[in-house]
């Protein structure tokens, strides 16, 4: 009894956890979707994105950088929004792996993308949209905001 | 998810099993403002060692519980900030400005017994 179980064990361990950076390469483009719609969707959200950044090899410090980043713009969709999507995708590119999360809804858009990228970062914790801050602990990041249309927010973040 | 809010003696001690989600935070927030005054507590622990991420909002749920538990006469301090989540936090500009924290719930509840025991010392002026 015993012995079944530790064979049980073992041969699921290298299965669950990638043995190698390699290993995760080849994994590589992975892509979750997850519909956005309460606030529990927000805690959903940033597990599956620590989850894809833990296989694509990301240490524990961008991983929580990451996670608070899905955080703050699946937050933004309940709040704004309503409802709307993350889309989490690993990447290559140059040999470099990276994770994607797109955060999509289809609802009021921002008038004025440029405030809402300035706004809030002193007053933080307040009632900014925190793009600021989702800015600071990515690096790349895009926004694609029309009124009435609805908000686009893509970030990027390399692993070094 | 509730989160339970132990007794012990005159403070309260609140520790965050996992990641919670707002309306989770929230209740927390309100059971503890509550309870403050039922068991006429002096201070409160929070531990967020289990917490994943401390974004904006969960920062600023933990600054009103200070806050709000402060205005009723007790003492909050937040233990267990794990060194990635400290740094997430400086990086996204986010403070707990005037909130006490300490490193884990034993460091905590000594700070406690300092910050209150002076409080008692002055109310008890008259003693020997």
């Known amino acids: 009894m015993g012995r079944e179980r530790r064979r049980a064990v073992t041969s699921d361990g290298p299965a669950a956890a990638p043995r190698s950076k390699a290993r995760a390469a080849l994994d590589v483009p992975r892509e979750t979707s997850i519909p956005v719609r309460s606030d529990v969707d927000v805690v959903l959200a940033r597990q599956k994105g620590r989850e894809l950044a833990a296989a694509l090899g990301f ?88 009124v009435g249309r609805g908000t686009t927010v893509t970030v990027k973040k390399w692993k070094q | ?71 009723r006469g007790a003492e909050t301090v937040i233990v267990g900030i794990q060194p990635e989540v400290a740094f997430s936090m400086v990086e996204l500009g986010l403070t707990l400005e005037d909130v006490n924290t300490a490193l884990d719930l034993e460091e905590g509840l000594a700070l406690l017994d300092k910050k209150t025991q002076r409080v008692g010392k002055e109310g008890e002026a008259r003693g020997p």
């Open chain 1, 59 to 146: 240490g524990p410090t961008d991983l929580t950088l990451i996670a608070t980043a899905i955080s703050e713009l699946t937050r933004n969709i309940v709040l704004y929004a309503k409802c709307g999507r993350i889309v989490l995708r690993g990447i290559e590119q140059d040999g470099k792996l990276g994770i994607v999360v797109v955060a999509r809804d289809d609802g009021p858009g921002i008038p004025n993308v440029a405030a809402a990228l300035q706004s809030g970062f002193s007053t933080s914790g307040g009632l900014g949209l925190g793009l600021p801050g989702v800015r600071r602990l990515t690096d790349e990041f895009d926004i694609v905001s029309e």
């Open chain 2, 1 to 71: 998810m509730v989160v339970p809010i132990l007794k012990q003696g005159r403070y309260l001690i609140a520790t965050i099993p996992t990641a919670l989600t707002d309306a989770d935070l929230q209740h927390l927030r309100d059971g503890l403002v509550a309870q403050v005054g039922r068991c006429r507590s002096r201070g409160v622990v929070v531990d967020i060692t289990a917490l994943d991420v401390m974004d904006s909002f969960a920062v600023r749920t933990v600054r009103d519980i200070a806050h709000m538990t402060r205005l």
